[in-house]
């Protein structure tokens, strides 16, 4: 009959004109909410979570989080959240269910939503969830509690200890092997062999030779590995009767050259020859230690540099006028920003590794060679995870790249 | 004995407790890195001295010996107290011996008398970092501008692969950064990107690799008094 | 203008041009810049120091806070001066052996997650997508994003086994090396590249700051000091060395 055809046709434009309201009445309320300390962390912050439903996985659905200090209320709005993602691996692990939960933190405790001076949490905490259609409440959770604390160990990061632990056991392992085995084979690294030929030129030219130990201090490790090297060019120079002069921009760095360069010429019967005013301070400032250095380069002339540590941008000020008076010049350096300046400056660069790699080769000592195969043992692994891992990413296994996987 | 011990025994207990520091997420853990830094800072503003005696030392013997160019060491010693007279004047005092409110005329002479001295914005010291300081590192950093013109036409001569793949990734980048390149031909910058994305990110993470590697194996050896040169003597 | 301005400015473009000079060859300008530079960044940081360091982190927390904790650093920057006395001078290695072990500490485990876990996550790609097909995407057309993660890979491989150190460089691991020494200079050729555009810019803000005090509200500072320059350079040349060929002739 046309007039229920005409009713009909009434309702379903009504029905389309008020679909937003079908679609909020298919809103649940939030399931499986949860709260607890957030783990791996210093305290101050308290996780909730609860789990991802189809029906409110929309960006429109707000949802609303209350709290409160006791578990009948006063209840105190806290946040609404929107678009909520689902991927927290470092607190759900990295299994499929981690996509399952949506995650939120609180750090502090509001008075309302718009309170500008929250107080931190400093006692256990109710709290519950409410999805909303943005001017009314449609459905809350269960009431959950929850107090934050200082966690003890960083659980996310056991990866990281365990390969502390390994590479370790590797190292001692490989330096044991090393006392049994002395004559461990190293290759030749041609920037470190010029060292001896650098100082004989440098001696028959009575020249004298310039080392600068990079611009970090003595906590930095290209710095200690650096002075662990003045100490052997330090020796050769005192065998060969010639000079050394060490520019410093550290106080603590020129006493510890000062230290180990005295210690060197005791070591090879020169005493006397050792001039404590040969390493000095110059300054903190950067580019003025890289002026006074350069003047230093164009009076005295040396016939050797050496570049030994850490460098910024005035690597190329310093390498570019040891060139041009015509030194022979070495450097190492773990910069990778300057390896390129000294490679195309320098006679001969040790790159990254082999600067951490010089102390063993100059001093030949089991213990020190041992720790080179170690190294190169892990390499070795290194290559195999990357081969391994690549070709199991490719079939779809993710094992590998996890383990390695840092939060 | 405990001389020689002392030292290594302090250097691995510092090396073991940092690296259990990283695993506690703690407020204790987080507040001892921040007090050791803290005290690493005061450590080293306490050894400047050192390095001021050390270069004082060394410009006060080129003027007593008559050696050449001891005027310069004149200069240096010139600017050095000029500094530290601007720097130190009244603003110290003040700091350590407050100004009473009752001899304060008004904010503005107040101002007027931290303007005068002292590090403040505004301050003579101020002035001589903005007028000195400031040129000369400007200066000195863009004199590296000329230094790598040279550098490129001393070591971009083809004379070996290497040398060659060193020039041709550089002259690829170069072009590929400005407009010049894309005008030439259209691949420029697609191979820039490839170069930058590709080759170079795998040399970079090897090196790095290596780099890490070496360093932890250094730290170790350190912490566990294998490499003992930073102490000086034998190992 | 203010005259303070004024001199700053002529202060500034005078010791620019200076440092300059360098470039031509070392000169009395240089060595005074150089020196100036010293004298003034020197003096700028103990101040800067005595501020920082000693009354805001030290004095003011020790007195007026009564933080006495910080009684132990101020004692170990203290005991570092006991190398000038022999008999006590092991006292100073001890404070060495506290910096360096905590650096070697704290550097291990940072180092292994960023150096080595980062870097592995980043590198741990399919070679291929299964779903596409080994070099073409759904649409067949070819694409290379497949081919560069091959190349990474081979580029790790070679690089690293060139830093091989217990192993000689022959046969399979020599052609090996050689491909890592060819992805790194690529890599060095690419950052050098990269690297000149930033350091050419900063020359051309340098340039541009003395373009704008050679300006008449600056009375012509840059000018009038760069024909100064110039003028006495060739005064010394000419005048000078002039004399001393004489000399030496006589």
Same mark, same amino acid.
């Given at each position: 009959?046309?007039?229920?055809? /005409?009713?009909?046709?009434?309702? /379903?434009?009504?029905?389309?004109?008020?679909?937003?309201?079908?679609?909020?009445?298919?809103? =649940?309320?939030?399931?499986?909410?949860?709260?607890?300390?957030?783990?791996?962390?210093?305290?101050?912050?308290?996780?909730?979570?609860?789990?991802?439903?189809?029906?409110?996985?929309?960006?429109?659905?707000?949802?609303?989080?209350?709290?409160?200090?006791?578990?009948?209320?006063?209840?105190?709005?806290?946040?609404?959240?929107?678009?909520?993602?689902?991927?927290?691996?470092?607190?759900?692990?990295?299994?499929?269910?981690?996509?399952?939960?949506?995650?939120?933190?609180?750090?502090?405790?509001?008075?309302?939503?718009?309170?500008?001076?929250?107080?931190?949490?400093?006692?256990?905490?109710?709290?519950?969830?409410? =999805?909303?259609?943005?001017?009314?409440?449609?459905?809350?959770?269960?009431? =959950?509690?929850?107090?934050?604390?200082?966690?003890?160990?960083?659980?996310?990061?056991?990866?990281?200890?365990?390969?502390? =632990?390994?590479?370790?056991?590797?190292i001692m392992?490989f330096i044991?092997?090393a006392r049994?085995?002395p004559?461990l084979?190293i290759?030749?690294i041609?920037g470190l062999d010029a060292i001896e030929?650098a100082i004989?030129?440098?001696?028959?030219?009575?020249?004298?030779i310039l080392y600068l130990n990079g611009l970090d201090g003595m906590g930095s490790l290209s710095t200690i590995a650096a002075t662990s090297i003045l100490g052997k060019v330090a020796r050769k120079v005192a065998n060969y009767?010639s000079?050394i002069k060490v520019p410093c921009r550290d106080p603590i760095v020129m006493s510890v050259c000062q230290e180990v360069v005295r210690e060197a010429y005791l070591e090879a019967g020169r005493p006397?020859a050792y001039n404590q005013?040969n390493i000095f301070f110059?300054?903190?400032?950067?580019?003025?230690?890289?002026?006074?250095?350069?003047?230093?380069?164009?009076?005295?002339?040396?016939?050797a540099?050496l570049y030994m540590g850490y460098y910024?941008?005035?690597?190329?000020?310093?390498?570019?006028?040891?060139?041009?008076?015509?030194? /022979?010049?070495i450097a190492g350096t773990d910069? /990778?920003?300057?390896?390129?300046?000294?490679?195309?400056?320098?006679?001969?660069?040790l790159?990254g590794e082999e600067l951490y790699a010089a102390s063993a080769y100059l001093s030949r000592e089991p213990l020190q060679t041992g720790s080179l195969k170690g190294q190169?043992?892990?390499?070795?692994?290194?290559?195999?995870?990357?081969?391994?891992?690549?070709?199991?990413?490719?079939?779809?296994?993710?094992?590998?790249?996890?383990?390695?996987?840092?939060? | 004995m405990i001389k020689r011990q002392l030292p290594l025994l302090i250097a691995f207990a510092m090396g073991?407790?940092?690296?259990?520091?990283?695993?506690?997420?703690?407020?204790?853990?987080?507040?001892? $890195?921040?007090?050791?830094?803290?005290? $690493?800072?005061?450590?080293?503003?306490?050894s400047?001295?050192l390095?001021?005696?050390?270069?004082?030392?060394?410009?006060?013997?080129?003027?007593?010996?008559?050696?050449?160019?001891?005027?310069?060491?004149?200069?240096?010693?010139?600017?050095?107290?000029?500094?530290?007279?601007?720097?130190?004047?009244?603003? $110290?005092?003040?700091?350590?011996?407050?100004?009473?409110?009752?001899?304060?005329?008004?904010?503005?002479?107040?101002?007027?008398?931290? *303007?005068?001295?002292?590090?403040?914005?505004?301050?003579?010291?101020?002035?001589?970092? *903005?007028?000195?300081?400031?040129?000369?590192?400007?200066?000195?950093?863009?004199?590296?501008?000329?230094?790598?013109?040279?550098?490129?036409? *001393?070591?971009? *001569?083809?004379?070996?692969?290497?040398?060659?793949?060193?020039?041709?990734?550089?002259?690829?980048?170069?072009?590929?950064?400005?407009?010049?390149?894309?005008?030439?031909?259209?691949?420029?910058?697609?191979?820039?990107?490839?170069?930058?994305?590709?080759?170079?990110?795998?040399?970079?993470?090897?090196?790095?690799?290596?780099i890490?590697m070496g360093s932890i194996s250094f730290s170790l050896k350190i912490i566990f008094g294998i490499e003992r040169a930073y102490l000086g003597g034998k190992n | 203008?203010?005259?303070?301005?004024? %001199?700053?400015?002529?202060?500034?473009?005078?010791?620019?041009?200076?440092?300059?000079?360098?470039?031509?060859?070392?000169?009395?300008?240089?060595?005074?810049?150089?020196?100036?530079?010293?004298?003034? +960044?020197?003096?700028?940081?103990?101040?800067?120091?005595?501020?920082?360091?000693?009354?805001?982190?030290?004095?003011?927390? %020790?007195?007026?806070?009564?933080?006495?904790?910080?009684?132990?650093?101020?004692?170990?920057?203290?005991a570092l001066?006991t190398r000038?006395?022999?008999?006590?001078a092991w006292v100073s290695r001890v404070i060495f052996a506290f910096i360096v072990g905590f650096g070697a500490g704290l550097g291990i485990?940072?180092t292994?997650?960023?150096?080595?876990?980062?870097?592995?996550?980043?590198?741990?790609?399919?070679?291929?997508?299964?779903?596409?097909?080994?070099?073409?995407?759904?649409?067949?057309?070819?694409?290379?994003?497949?081919?560069? +993660?091959?190349?990474?890979?081979?580029?790790?491989?070679?690089?690293?086994?060139?830093?091989?150190f217990?192993?000689?460089?022959?046969?399979?691991?020599?052609? &090996?090396?050689?491909?890592?020494?060819?992805?790194?200079?690529?890599?060095?050729?690419?950052?050098?590249?990269?690297?000149?555009?930033?350091?050419?810019? %900063?020359?051309?803000?340098?340039?541009?700051?003395?373009?704008?005090?050679?300006?008449?509200?600056?009375?012509?500072?840059?000018? &009038?000091? %760069?024909?100064?320059?110039?003028?006495?350079?060739?005064?010394?040349?000419?005048?000078?060395?002039?004399?001393?060929?004489?000399?030496?002739?006589?």
């Amino acid at each position: 009959m046309p007039w229920f055809r /005409i009713l009909f046709l009434g309702l /379903i434009s009504l029905l389309g004109f008020n679909n937003d309201i079908f679609a909020q009445n298919t809103l =649940v309320s939030p399931q499986d909410f949860t709260a607890f300390d957030t783990p791996n962390d210093a305290g101050g912050s308290v996780s909730l979570t609860w789990r991802v439903v189809p029906e409110n996985n929309k960006p429109e659905v707000p949802y609303l989080i209350l709290a409160a200090t006791a578990p009948d209320g006063p209840w105190f709005e806290q946040t609404t959240l929107v678009n909520l993602k689902s991927d927290y691996p470092q607190y759900f692990g990295l299994s499929a269910s981690n996509k399952l939960w949506s995650y939120c933190e609180i750090t502090d405790f509001k008075q309302s939503l718009t309170d500008d001076n929250p107080k931190p949490i400093t006692a256990t905490t109710y709290f519950k969830l409410a =999805v909303t259609d943005g001017s009314k409440t449609l459905g809350f959770s269960s009431v =959950v509690s929850a107090m934050h604390q200082g966690n003890w160990f960083d659980a996310s990061k056991i990866n990281i200890l365990i390969f502390v =632990v390994i590479f370790s056991f590797v190292i001692m392992f490989f330096i044991s092997l090393a006392r049994k085995n002395p004559d461990l084979f190293i290759r030749r690294i041609p920037g470190l062999d010029a060292i001896e030929e650098a100082i004989g030129r440098a001696t028959e030219m009575g020249k004298p030779i310039l080392y600068l130990n990079g611009l970090d201090g003595m906590g930095s490790l290209s710095t200690i590995a650096a002075t662990s090297i003045l100490g052997k060019v330090a020796r050769k120079v005192a065998n060969y009767d010639s000079q050394i002069k060490v520019p410093c921009r550290d106080p603590i760095v020129m006493s510890v050259c000062q230290e180990v360069v005295r210690e060197a010429y005791l070591e090879a019967g020169r005493p006397d020859a050792y001039n404590q005013d040969n390493i000095f301070f110059i300054t903190d400032d950067q580019f003025a230690y890289a002026a006074a250095v350069d003047g230093l380069m164009v009076r005295h002339k040396p016939a050797a540099n050496l570049y030994m540590g850490y460098y910024y941008a005035e690597s190329l000020l310093l390498a570019e006028t040891g060139a041009a008076i015509g030194a /022979i010049q070495i450097a190492g350096t773990d910069s /990778i920003t300057q390896l390129p300046f000294f490679i195309t400056t320098c006679d001969y660069t040790l790159m990254g590794e082999e600067l951490y790699a010089a102390s063993a080769y100059l001093s030949r000592e089991p213990l020190q060679t041992g720790s080179l195969k170690g190294q190169d043992f892990t390499k070795g692994l290194i290559i195999l995870i990357l081969i391994l891992g690549s070709l199991a990413s490719t079939a779809g296994i993710t094992f590998l790249v996890n383990l390695f996987k840092t939060f | 004995m405990i001389k020689r011990q002392l030292p290594l025994l302090i250097a691995f207990a510092m090396g073991v407790i940092f690296i259990i520091q990283f695993f506690i997420p703690h407020q204790i853990s987080q507040d001892l $890195l921040t007090w050791v830094n803290k005290w $690493l800072m005061i450590i080293g503003g306490i050894s400047l001295l050192l390095g001021i005696y050390s270069l004082l030392n060394f410009h006060y013997l080129q003027i007593f010996r008559n050696k050449p160019g001891w005027g310069f060491s004149l200069i240096m010693f010139f600017s050095f107290l000029i500094s530290v007279v601007v720097g130190f004047t009244p603003s $110290l005092i003040n700091v350590i011996l407050p100004l009473p409110e009752s001899s304060v005329q008004s904010a503005e002479q107040v101002k007027e008398w931290y *303007r005068i001295t002292g590090l403040k914005d505004g301050s003579s010291l101020d002035w001589i970092f *903005r007028h000195g300081i400031t040129p000369l590192s400007a200066t000195m950093f863009s004199i590296i501008g000329f230094f790598i013109a040279s550098a490129a036409f *001393r070591a971009f *001569r083809a004379r070996s692969l290497e040398a060659t793949l060193l020039l041709l990734a550089a002259v690829f980048i170069m072009l590929g950064q400005t407009p010049l390149g894309g005008m030439l031909w259209s691949g420029i910058p697609d191979i820039m990107t490839w170069i930058l994305s590709t080759p170079n990110t795998a040399a970079k993470r090897a090196i790095l690799f290596g780099i890490a590697m070496g360093s932890i194996s250094f730290s170790l050896k350190i912490i566990f008094g294998i490499e003992r040169a930073y102490l000086g003597g034998k190992n | 203008m203010d005259n303070t301005v004024l %001199l700053g400015v002529w202060l500034a473009v005078g010791l620019t041009l200076f440092m300059y000079s360098f470039l031509y060859k070392d000169n009395v300008f240089f060595r005074f810049g150089e020196h100036v530079y010293l004298g003034i +960044s020197i003096g700028y940081i103990i101040v800067r120091v005595i501020f920082n360091n000693f009354i805001n982190d030290l004095y003011k927390p %020790l007195v007026e806070d009564r933080d006495y904790i910080l009684i132990i650093p101020a004692l170990m920057g203290l005991a570092l001066y006991t190398r000038f006395f022999t008999r006590i001078a092991w006292v100073s290695r001890v404070i060495f052996a506290f910096i360096v072990g905590f650096g070697a500490g704290l550097g291990i485990p940072r180092t292994i997650a960023g150096g080595i876990f980062k870097q592995l996550e980043g590198v741990l790609m399919p070679l291929a997508a299964i779903k596409d097909g080994f070099f073409f995407n759904a649409d067949g057309n070819f694409t290379l994003v497949n081919i560069n +993660s091959l190349i990474i890979i081979v580029g790790i491989t070679s690089v690293l086994v060139y830093f091989f150190f217990s192993v000689e460089h022959k046969g399979v691991v020599k052609s &090996v090396s050689r491909v890592g020494i060819y992805f790194v200079m690529i890599a060095f050729g690419a950052s050098f590249g990269y690297t000149v555009m930033g350091r050419m810019s %900063l020359l051309i803000g340098r340039c541009y700051d003395l373009i704008e005090f050679s300006s008449p509200k600056y009375y012509y500072a840059s000018i &009038v000091l %760069l024909i100064m320059l110039i003028l006495v350079f060739i005064i010394y040349e000419v005048v000078i060395k002039k004399g001393e060929v004489l000399k030496t002739n006589e």
